[in-house]
């Protein structure tokens, strides 16, 4: 071929690969390290999709519950709107088929909180020596503030709870303020009953006041926020690519710290930025195949995790440094996604520690068909605590609790009717049948079928939540 037409057919060959990477460069989300190949950049999405599903799935998951049961009032979970206390004032019995391994030790509050206007405060009223918690959640699933008898020593008090964007003045007559990341955070308040105090605990718990900064002050009502267009869940999309028009839409509503923000430039190469609109047209067919082996990838870490979060020790399941604030997880994103998976909403063992066993001193499954069993307390080996204990029972697999001819469903240590030894030891009768009149008092009523103990030891010693010398109670002994 001769020079010149050789000259002219490469000039026409870059000539056409420029125009095939102008249009490219047009169509996909723009990326750090503009100067890898194809192939690279296409792995570097997939390492990107990773990171960013793990970070967001807390946050998809908070989400979740906030539209279906403040939101959506259609829905069947559809508890309050924002800002509105919900009350759960009945111990639930076998019945709740619906309700799986049910704290039956406590009456609950249950509040989504809108904090974009203004605050609001929880005005608490004396709680004598009753234990009782509201902890305090935010959007990415962090327990950022407690307040109760751990913490707060059951005094009266006004508390503010305040959003990223606020910075007003504090009126006198606050106890303290509590400052959320987040615009929608949530709390949960548990308040111990035993069955017997139900009608005075349900009045208890109303007497805990919710109330907007301009009605605590006496000053006019500010403007309220906009409204927002909350995207309706569907969890497939939760599990697509479309999973980062959620995280957007979420992102718009928290405060990010700026010790992740070269994080969230990362993201940002795959069009995650706060309040971006999703558009799939804005992605190559290659990236959409990366990011979606992203998701997977990032789901299977997670149920991995998951499984790894509980450790087995003297027969009892237990777990420690899974539920905490941003602190005290210290950007163990991982963590965080997993625990939301096991059980969103968990508190800090500091609170309440968990300790659950489904197997017998032998390592065989818990089953009272046929076969009794006792958990022997020593003295010295009674849960430490500085709150109070309880041991429940659930039907497996269903984790319900069990019919049984006494309505016993747990044992409690606030209920002051256990018979302890002259020795101060304490013995447990776990079967299906009477143990006789003289032991009843002590007995926990068991299917004739396999089942489940969870121990929540409430305000739990500091030594006994040690990381690596967490407590347990004694291995479930056979009897017959």
Known sequence: MPKTKSFSFLFFCLLIISILNACSSNTAPKRAGESLDEEEQELNARRIAIKAYVYAYPMLEYYKLMYFQSIDVDSSQYKAPFNQPSYVTQLPGPMAKHLQRYNNDNLYTFTRYDLRTEPLIWSVPDMGKRYYVIQFVDMFTHNFAYLGTRTTRNKIGNYMLVGPEWHGQVPDGISRVIRSETNFPYSIQRTSVLPR??????????????????????????????????????????????????????????????????????????????????????????????????????INDIKIRTRNLITMKNGWQVFSGIYGSREELQGDYLTRAAAARFGLYGNDEEEVYYPATTVDEKGYSLDANGTSYILHFDKDELPPVNGFWTLSLYKMPGHTLVENPINRYAVNSQANDLLFADDGSLTLYIQHGSPGKAKESNWLPAPQGKFLLQLRAYIPRLEAIQPDALWVPPKIEVVN
């Open 197 to 298: 105090e139900i009608k005075q605990v349900s009045s208890l718990i109303k007497s805990f006041k919710l109330i907007p900064l301009h009605q605590f002050t006496g000053k006019p009502a500010p403007k309220a926020a906009s409204a927002i267009l909350f995207p309706v869940y569907d969890s497939r999309k939760a599990e697509s690519i479309e999973f980062i028009g959620y995280f957007n839409f979420l992102l718009e509503q928290v405060s990010l710290p700026s010790s992740e923000q070269k994080l969230f430039d990362q993201f940002a190469t795959i069009g995650i930025s706060p309040g971006s609109q999703f558009d799939p047209s804005n992605y190559s067919r290659a990236d959409q195949i990366m990011i979606k082996a992203g998701i997977a990838k990032a």
